[in-house]
DNA sequence: TGGGCCCTTTGACTTGCGTCAATGTCAGGA
DNA sequence: TCCTGACATTGACGCAAGTCAAAGGGCCCA
């Protein structure tokens, strides 16, 4: 497995910035400053497999990962769609559970594992900071099971659109308007995967909202989205369901 | 919401022998003792409502409570099987994510929220085992994902009773042997809601698997299995998924 | 002993999604 | 400019699981 080093702006990362340390000292941050360091994968390319020993934990920091679930006939389930401030890996176990893919160009802020378990029982907020991100991954994997076993296709398809629109706005309140258009950061295959179709049904389905108007296509990646409460309305989510930020 | 008070044998309570307190000194455990009580539901009966405040967390003592997902159309989603150990609520959130129920009488060891969060501010080991019981969770909600995205009926069905099995075995490393007999703690209507099926795709699987030697069928809720290798092998898993002890 | 209720099983039929296969689109390289 | 390969769309067809409906059990209680 070829892993670059690669130089970035420490001020892009959310290790720091966001995803463990808004509560972090002075002293603190420069600590972890001390024994961060980055990687860079190229899209496509694998980060770990199932069942290999890991000694580091990371953050994204830019770029999209999967974490997938495989079956030996090749059936493939994704189970976690990693955007920048998701963290990989858990402190207390070296094994990792799921096969990591960088989908786009990666960068990963990484610690090594020792070092950064050593950091969390000096700073309780930063295993406080962890629960609550494992507590929403878990709500997230719980929501998306509800898609999975009792969904239909469509609806697959349109809660996926909406999760993107939502994870795409800023955190800092602005919402999206009408006539939004997002970049899909996966493939047909990718999202198939996600969702628990085939690439074809993906693809029908994404016909289909378009001819419905719900949505229209802008070359492979882009999706534009005509009426946002046209589309959840498609989801068969609650109305208010996870779209307050 | 009928809740009546009832009396348990402390010993029994997980909260302080496994499921939070194996690693709590003499007067952090005298401190829980002081603050937790006992609540008990009779089967059937609705312990939480998603969308509802909630004020109090708790560990299963006995008895067996699902966490479901539904949609306004009442397609219903179980996310979550609670044996005795498992843990309820999350610190530092108010609201019910999941619709909880009693599927048999249930009896909790109950915190409210208050008090155990000023808890887990003095004693951090508290905090690290509910990360770990997260992370384990969130384990079991991917694996329950690939399950709903991508196993046929026969192997959602294999799966549920190999989960069955290797929940009822003893953690001390008793390993079940042939020709075991289950009880399946659930119908067949929530056996289909954790599954993603339907009731009589769950009926028709499981003759057939009877059909084909894999179970037998003993009275609406036992089931024998004669050989646990064959079970496994229609799990669609790895051989060695999860049934390390 | 029988009736009512709930859960489960079984059968006949339907359908949504998967499978297989062909065609379309586009970007990069010779 | 054409070739090539990767990705996406579309169509025809099949099947696994859903739907609708009826017929068992088993348990409680009159």
Redesign the pocket.
Known sequence: MKREEFSVDCSACPIRHKAVCSRCEPDELDELERIKFYKFYPA?QTVAIRGEPLETVASVVGGVATLTRSMEDGRTQLVGLLLPSDFIGRPGRTAIEYDVTAVTDLTLCCFNRKPFEDLLVRFPHVRERLLEMALDELDAARDWMLLLGR????E?IASLIALIVKRSTRPDGSVMGTGTRIELPI???TM?NYL????????????KLRADGIIE?D???GIIIPDLGGLLAETGDDDDGGMIF
């Open positions: 496509g969904k239909t296709a469509r697959r493939t047909r295959e198939a628990g179709l085939t690439i074809e049904t993906v693809s029908r389905q994404l016909t296509l070359g492979k990646r």
